[in-house]
Nanobody, 120 residues
């Protein structure tokens, strides 16, 4: 069974920083992209940042210059360093990865989500 387990969420004051981590485990053959999404109350889930298997990155305009996505290939872990946090960054953050898993076709996998709350 494949799992994506997030950690690092919490409550932080505006202007502060948090670092999210997401580790993949299971019968993983290959990991393609890894990404972070977020969903605020009463809003659609949105892409925050994505990193390809080659290390190329893309960010939502709202987080450019403040957030940094990175990955550790050996640990099959993706990180999201969030600086200069704003109240509008408050959301549940979800880890996502497109992976090739033994006995299954390649597809997207999701973590359970971690809450990030930024106070003003």
């Amino acid at each position: 069974q494949v799992q994506l387990v997030e950690s690092g969420g919490g409550l932080v004051q505006g202007g502060g920083s948090l670092r999210l981590s997401c580790k993949a485990s299971g019968s993983i053959i290959r990991v393609n992209r890894m990404a972070w999404y977020r969903q605020a109350p009463r809003k659609e889930r949105e892409l925050v940042a994505v990193i390809s298997s080659l290390g190329n990155t893309n960010y939502a305009d709202s987080v450019k210059g403040r957030f940094t996505i990175s990955r550790d290939y050996a640990k099959i872990t993706v990180y999201l360093q969030m600086n200069s946090l704003k109240p509008e960054d408050t959301a549940v953050y979800y880890c996502n990865s497109f992976m090739y898993v033994a006995g299954q076709g390649p597809r997207d996998y999701w973590g359970q989500g971690t809450q990030v709350t930024v106070s003003s």
